[in-house]
């Protein structure tokens, strides 16, 4: 094997796991994330309550229907609430890319 065929196989096995990584930045949704920092946390639970009493809040229904009945309410708080707290929680959404 020549020096130069070496050389591209190397350059190929490196290439190709870097190219298999998402784009830097890129956060996968998970459901109960409300604010996409891909973590569950108290302020997710928080913002699902905002969104159950109709006050401003970012809280996409495709992330906080942590339950999936088609609506974000306190019960999908609670269950995120539970999910940060590592405690058995509820956790279906139906899409979390937002297609429902
Ligand atoms: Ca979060
Ligand atoms: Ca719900």
Do not use: W, Y
Not at 38 to 57: C, N
Not at 62 to 72: K, M, Q
Not at 74 to 93: E, G, K, M, S
């Amino acid at each position: 094997m020549t020096v130069t065929v070496r050389i591209a196989l190397a350059s190929a096995l490196i290439v190709v796991p870097l190219m298999a990584r998402p784009a830097r930045g890129q956060i996968i949704p998970i459901c109960g994330d409300a604010n996409n920092n891909g973590d569950i946390e108290e302020s997710d639970g928080i913002a699902a309550l905002r969104a159950a009493a109709e006050l401003p809040a970012t809280c996409p229904i495709a992330v906080c229907d942590v339950n999936a009945d088609g609506r974000v309410s306190v019960t999908d708080a609670v269950n995120i609430l539970r999910n940060a707290l590592v405690l058995p929680a509820v956790v279906a959404c139906k899409d979390v890319t937002g297609g429902n």
